[in-house]
């Protein structure tokens, strides 16, 4: 196969498994919320009601596509795909596994090895901001303005706290390829732990994934939508496929933010104390490598759902005062102790 | 000329002048919006991803997001911008100035065609590593009086939001 060929079935692949999460984690809310409330969920179509997105899917395609008469029409178009596309363009720099070999060649299961992977993760988080706003917007509505609103200012809140958890993991790793990350990851620390970021970082790690929820407007921290308040917030005149897609992209956004932590904090593809790259086939390690990743992948989309229907909503000054008052203030003792501590060992 | 140069260009210049006369606000933002997006792709185009990724991630991912929400604290989508300034002073001021800054383009782009040629890049050019040496070994001064300026802005607008210190 020529080397196009191969980078195109990578990036269909790496596409049908973004909508392949999203789809599935329609269901697994819906099934794991009733679980924990003690329903059943949708339990009809298809055994466990595994057919349910796909029914979703069907009822959104087919109902009619309201837009509001005093809404602006060009901007409301464009916000669904202007959150949507930014989520699925930023698994592209995801290593979702380590390396095949096919034929006597190797190819590294990673749409593009870039040696800025994570900050262009980071830069495309921030420009899915803009649908929400858009559509908020061009609503011609209070809730939907509001909406709009508040989402830039917990993004902006929330991105200074993450990008300085962030910097430790740079400082600690010395790169921003999150391959070399990952690779950065196997082995042991302190001779019986593994040599996961985690453990290196477990402050880091905390403001990280706080931060991953008020990014992704996840439950406690979704008060773009924040149903009590604000109806559904930005998308309340959203109907349709077009509501379909934001909500798509937000369960696409989860899937991505599952997968930096797991690159950044879990070792990626690498199993503890294993290597499984010694007692297993070239092609077969491939699989397993991504199977693996897959497996720490899906434990933090879970985390996603198990948060959310554990934990209430925060009240909008509270959010704020956690993002100023304390993850900031930490984010800075962090940095200055790591950078410290890297400073002394080297 | 490159094609990629050309479309990108175009839709900078584009995007920048729809920025000026846009009626709305939030439109006027997206051009920027734009604009920024434009750079970027022009920056990876002369091989520095990384200042093309932070136009992105800090200009178009912070700073703008900044402007969007002052836009949508303050103005509502039914409002119209008008000139504050109906005063002729200050328009012919303008005009003045924008023809000092298209004089001084000008002036800049003659010595261009000497700078246009081919030319072999350094080892690790636009890394992220180089960026860095190059800032803290042969740049330090230019750094730290960029660190200082920003710092005296931070004053700065402490002091304006707390009037009692």
Same mark, same amino acid.
């Given at each position: 196969?020529?080397?196009?060929? =191969?980078?195109?079935?990578?990036? =269909?692949?790496?596409?049908?498994?973004?909508?392949?999460?999203?789809?599935?984690?329609?269901?697994?809310?819906?099934?794991? !919320?009733?679980?924990?409330?003690?329903?059943?969920?949708?339990?009809?179509?298809?055994?466990?009601?595994?057919?349910?997105?796909?029914?979703?899917?069907?009822?959104?395609?087919?109902?009619?596509? /309201?837009?509001?008469?005093?809404?602006?029409?060009?901007?409301?178009?464009?916000?669904?795909?202007?959150?949507?596309?930014?989520?699925?363009?930023?698994?592209?720099?995801?290593?979702?596994?380590?390396?095949?070999?096919?034929?006597?060649?190797?190819?590294?299961?990673?749409? !593009?090895?870039?040696?800025?992977?994570?900050?262009?993760?980071?830069?495309?988080?921030? /420009?899915?901001?803009?649908?929400?706003? /858009?559509?908020?917007?061009?609503?011609? !509505?209070?809730?939907?303005?509001?909406?709009?609103?508040?989402?830039?200012?917990?993004?902006? !809140?929330?991105?200074?706290?993450?990008?300085?958890?962030?910097? &430790?993991?740079?400082?600690?790793?010395?790169?921003?390829?999150?391959? $070399?990350?990952?690779?950065?990851?196997?082995?042991?620390?302190?001779?019986?732990?593994?040599?996961?970021?985690?453990?290196?970082?477990?402050?880091?790690? /905390?403001?990280?994934?706080?931060?991953?929820?008020?990014?992704?407007?996840?439950?406690?921290?979704?008060?773009?939508?924040?149903?009590? $308040?604000?109806?559904?917030?930005?998308? &309340?005149?959203?109907?349709?496929?077009?509501?379909?897609?934001?909500?798509?992209?937000?369960?696409?956004?989860?899937?991505?933010?599952?997968?930096? &932590?797991?690159?950044?904090?879990?070792?990626?593809?690498?199993?503890?104390?294993?290597?499984?790259?010694?007692?297993?086939?070239?092609?077969?390690?491939?699989?397993?490598?991504?199977?693996?990743?897959?497996?720490?992948?899906?434990?933090?989309?879970?985390?996603?759902?198990?948060?959310?229907?554990?934990?209430?909503?925060?009240?909008?000054?509270?959010?704020?005062?956690?993002?100023?008052?304390?993850?900031?203030?930490?984010?800075?003792?962090?940095?200055?102790?790591?950078?410290?501590?890297?400073?002394?060992?080297? | 000329?490159?094609?990629?140069?050309?479309?990108? *260009?175009?839709?900078?210049?584009?995007?920048?002048?729809?920025?000026?006369?846009?009626?709305?606000?939030?439109?006027?933002?997206?051009?920027?919006?734009?604009?920024?997006?434009?750079?970027?792709?022009?920056?990876?185009?002369?091989?520095?991803?990384?200042?093309?990724?932070?136009?992105?991630?800090?200009?178009?991912?912070?700073?703008?997001?900044?402007?969007?929400?002052?836009?949508?604290?303050?103005?509502?989508?039914?409002?119209?911008?008008?000139?504050?300034?109906?005063?002729?002073?200050?328009?012919?001021?303008?005009?003045?100035?924008?023809?000092?800054?298209?004089?001084?383009?000008?002036?800049?782009?003659?010595?261009?065609?000497?700078?246009? +040629?081919?030319?072999?890049?350094?080892?690790?050019?636009?890394?992220?590593?180089?960026?860095?040496?190059?800032?803290?070994?042969?740049?330090?001064? +230019?750094?730290?009086? *960029?660190?200082?300026?920003?710092?005296?802005?931070?004053?700065?607008?402490?002091?304006?939001?707390?009037?009692?210190?």
């Amino acid at each position: 196969m020529v080397d196009w060929q =191969i980078d195109l079935i990578k990036v =269909i692949f790496i596409w049908v498994w973004a909508l392949l999460i999203a789809v599935v984690m329609t269901w697994v809310e819906r099934r794991a !919320s009733a679980m924990m409330q003690d329903r059943l969920g949708p339990n009809r179509a298809g055994p466990f009601g595994l057919l349910q997105p796909l029914a979703d899917g069907i009822k959104l395609f087919t109902k009619e596509d /309201i837009i509001p008469e005093k809404a602006r029409k060009i901007l409301f178009v464009l916000g669904p795909p202007l959150f949507a596309l930014p989520a699925f363009s930023a698994y592209a720099v995801v290593p979702f596994g380590d390396k095949i070999v096919l034929g006597g060649k190797e190819i590294i299961l990673q749409v !593009s090895d870039v040696n800025i992977g994570f900050l262009y993760v980071l830069a495309l988080g921030a /420009i899915g901001v803009y649908g929400m706003v /858009i559509g908020g917007w061009a609503s011609n !509505s209070k809730y939907s303005i509001l909406g709009g609103l508040r989402a830039t200012a917990q993004l902006i !809140s929330y991105e200074v706290p993450m990008g300085l958890a962030l910097l &430790t993991i740079v400082l600690l790793y010395g790169t921003f390829s999150l391959r $070399e990350m990952v690779l950065l990851q196997q082995g042991t620390f302190l001779g019986f732990l593994p040599n996961w970021g985690i453990f290196k970082q477990p402050l880091g790690f /905390i403001i990280f994934l706080v931060a991953a929820y008020a990014e992704a407007n996840r439950v406690p921290f979704d008060l773009p939508e924040c149903e009590s $308040e604000l109806v559904t917030g930005y998308h &309340t005149e959203y109907g349709s496929m077009r509501l379909g897609l934001y909500l798509f992209g937000e369960y696409v956004n989860l899937g991505t933010l599952a997968a930096i &932590t797991v690159c950044l904090f879990f070792g990626g593809w690498s199993l503890p104390y294993v290597d499984m790259s010694k007692f297993l086939g070239p092609v077969s390690y491939g699989i397993a490598s991504f199977m693996v990743f897959f497996l720490k992948q899906a434990f933090f989309l879970f985390l996603f759902v198990w948060v959310r229907w554990t934990v209430p909503r925060f009240r909008y000054d509270q959010l704020m005062g956690l993002g100023w008052k304390a993850l900031i203030p930490l984010g800075l003792v962090n940095l200055f102790v790591t950078a410290l501590l890297v400073q002394l060992t080297i | 000329m490159d094609l990629y140069f050309i479309v990108f *260009a175009i839709m900078a210049v584009g995007a920048g002048l729809f920025t000026i006369t846009a009626k709305d606000a939030l439109p006027s933002a997206l051009g920027l919006l734009t604009v920024f997006i434009a750079l970027s792709a022009l920056y990876l185009h002369l091989h520095a991803p990384l200042i093309a990724i932070f136009q992105v991630s800090i200009y178009a991912g912070a700073i703008l997001v900044l402007v969007v929400f002052v836009i949508m604290l303050l103005i509502t989508p039914d409002e119209e911008l008008e000139t504050s300034q109906k005063n002729m002073s200050y328009r012919i001021l303008g005009a003045f100035l924008g023809a000092y800054l298209i004089a001084l383009l000008a002036i800049g782009t003659k010595g261009v065609k000497d700078l246009i +040629h081919q030319q072999t890049l350094p080892d690790g050019f636009g890394h992220p590593g180089m960026i860095g040496s190059l800032f803290f070994k042969e740049y330090l001064l +230019h750094f730290e009086v *960029a660190s200082v300026l920003l710092l005296v802005a931070l004053v700065a607008a402490i002091y304006l939001a707390k009037k009692n210190i």
